[in-house]
């Protein structure tokens, strides 16, 4: 009898330890990665947005509404369980490397909108266990919220602040309803995702539509002529903590 | 041999009945944090890692000191490690649990751990610290019970043991060195990145596992017939000196590159840890009682007559293994996260569920502890082991 349970004991052993390791072979074994989208469209395209400085009226928060009610981001009414997809912050918090006593008038305390920077060189990207967030093609870093397990090693990695993990079931603060994008769960992690959902389907990201000021510009910087290219090109630009080398695609014009 | 964690005085079922009891109630409140989420902890949009990762990155560090037994014994052939090897192994054996456990409650959606496994990311370091840790614990389980059952059964250890113990040694630097790997890659986080974090895991594990080790020999001579021996004990104490030691002084470098230095962004993280930052100063009582209590055990651990007492040595080991946790607890988290990259300076505070939840893991860990240190100390007592100092288990 003793030797029969430690027999089965050791086979059972054997066998969780083959099926852990079988994954990872897997992974060496496996020849072509899987296909979702056109790989033509996806090469010739690098999306990234540029933000003008001080163009935002007073009080105006129709990107980020916008962006809220399309994206079905909730709204727990605290700081700590908050979850944030566009946002603005004090120009010294965005920057805080240009900040001095002497800095001008016009930007000291200037609401500055920040979203997820869709690094080139993502962070977060790199230290998800799962793949759960990684770079596409075009340079949207995305999200699965299926596969996340909710560690929040991305959240450490983000030197923005640009994700946001749901502390608590998110649906029931959902002010209205958009059946046409995925709630979702509490313990995943979300954040701004460029509305690839919208560009899929030819449209602009929707805090660019919304925005009556025009100053978020949205184009392929692999386009010479695109609005976003000629505006790099002529104006000077700052990212967020350059010298990080995450290769930020939000550029801030000043 | 299991059968022989289900016989015991009172007094072992007292305590067997408290770890029950404990985990009783902290699996309530985890029942809690699975329906409610993790919203039910202290944890926040800044300050997004808390309690939980903090105990899993110290006893990592509990798990990983216990070589400091096993080397000395199997490289260096120091016979008075003989008697205590099986219980450096099994106390890595508890504490790499608990670390799992840690993980595994820290998750948002725990039902998909085995993501980690699906979709393994070679890129990503808590990947590769799955996998060490687990590693060292089927390696610790192996070799502990594998020694123990050829001592009861008064045979000769098999032969494929000895390279397992070999390996063991190398990995045990491993699981640290992975663990600091999680933090001082991260460039957002400029308080983890050095690379000083994995020098200062290890000095400071080879003090706090080593101590737990000697509380734990104290306890055993007191309540059981066995008796670790004065050498090893002695030997042990040296070696939590040294851990301490080198543990100060590693704080004492980091802080002169930084404050010297004096890049904004590094000094908020070090100021916040030491003084406070605009009036928010949680951590700073914690801090400097980790101080007092780091210089207290070095006194106590250098002076030879305050060492070679077992009061004060115990005092000692005690005041290693707090000040080693409030070093870890609260000393690598929370001035990790606060300032926020943006400046933002929120105080995180684990909240009640949130402690109780972690002293569940705690107790999953002491109570698996004191099963394989009771059946442990039961071979050796039948087998008249504690008669003789010096008799060597293989």
Redesign the interface.
Known sequence: MDVDRRGFIKIAGIVIVGLAVKPIFDVFSRTEAPKALDAETLTKTRWAMAIKLGACEDGCRECIDACNSIHNVPDFGNPKDEIKWIWTIPYEEVFPEQNSQFIADKLKGLPVTVLCNHCDNPPCARVCPTGATWKRKDGIVMMDYHRCIGCRFCMAACPYGSRSFNWRDPRPFIKELNPDFPTRTKGVVEKCNFCEERLAEGLLPACVEACKEKALVFGNLDDQNSEIRKLLSTNYTIRRKSELGTEPEVYYLI | MIEKAFTGDRKYWAWILFLLVVIAIGFGFYLLQWF????I?G????V??GLYIANMTFLVGVAAGAVMVVLPYYLHNYKAFGKITTFGEFLAVAAVIMCILF?TI?????T??V?????????????WD?IVL?VYL?LNLVIAWHLLSAHHNEEAPKAWVKPLILISIPWAISIHTVTAF?YS?????PFWLTALMAPRFLASAFASGPALLIIACLIMKRFTRFDPGKEAMQKLAQIVAYGTIITVFFLIVESFTVFYGQV??DMNHLKYFFFGLDGKTTLVPWMWTCFVFWIAAIVLLINPRTRKNEKTLAVAAVLVFVSMWIDKGLGLIMP??TP?????L?EYWPTVPETLITLMVWAIGFLILTIFYKITISVKEESGEEESAHTVSS
Request: hydrophobic content about 40%.
């Open positions: 409610r989420g993790l919203g902890t944890m926040g949009r800044d997004s890692w993980v820290d998750l948002g959606q725990p998909r751990v993501n980690l496994l699906l979709h393994p990311s070679l890129h990503s370091v808590l990947f799955v687990s089927l999680i890659g991260l460039a957002a986080r904004p962004e990790g996260f926020s990259p943006t400046g933002a929120t």
